[in-house]
């Protein structure tokens, strides 16, 4: 037998006020996009914004409905629309923020794991990184330089059969 270690690194910000104003202004429409998130069974709100190589910004919004699980995910909401409308286009960065109806959150929240998922696939096909930067409503911002730091051990095309 033998052990493999994984290592992730990942730089923590006290505030939005020390990122570069490029990925503050991402942060704040990821918040707009997030007080706009249908969320009426949870109260918890999720934005995310994302940037283009062509300088376009997407964001999206978590949509819940009562037939659980037939919502979507913020993250989701925004690749997909980027993928639909501007397909071939590198996605570069990503904002995330939560804001809670129950508790303010000060934690910065990653991801769940179909959200890493589906941003895993567009990495791998775009062949370039996507900065991740996540925070909670208020406090710590997280930069994750690719999706690969939060999902180490994708599951990508190289695994399916050729047909």
Known sequence: MKKHKLETY???????????????????KA??????????????KVGAALELANGT????NNQENAAFP???????VAVFYAGANYPGERILHLALTVKSGHKVINTPTPPCGACRQ??????????QPIA?????????????GSI?????????SSFLEKL
């Open 132 to 144: 991740l930067y996540f925070m909670g409503e208020t406090g710590k911002v997280v930069k994750s």
């Open 10 to 28: 990942l730089e923590v910000y006290d505030s939005i006020s020390e990122l570069p104003d490029t990925i503050q202004n991402l942060i704040n």
């Open 31 to 44: 918040q707009q996009a997030r007080d706009n998130a249908y969320a009426p069974y949870s109260r918890f």
């Open 70 to 76: 037939s919502g979507l995910c913020a993250e989701r």
């Open 148 to 156: 690969r730091d939060l999902l180490p051990l994708i599951f990508d």
């Open 57 to 60: 910004i997407v964001t999206g």
């Open 118 to 127: 589906s941003l895993a696939e567009y990495e791998v096909g775009q062949g």
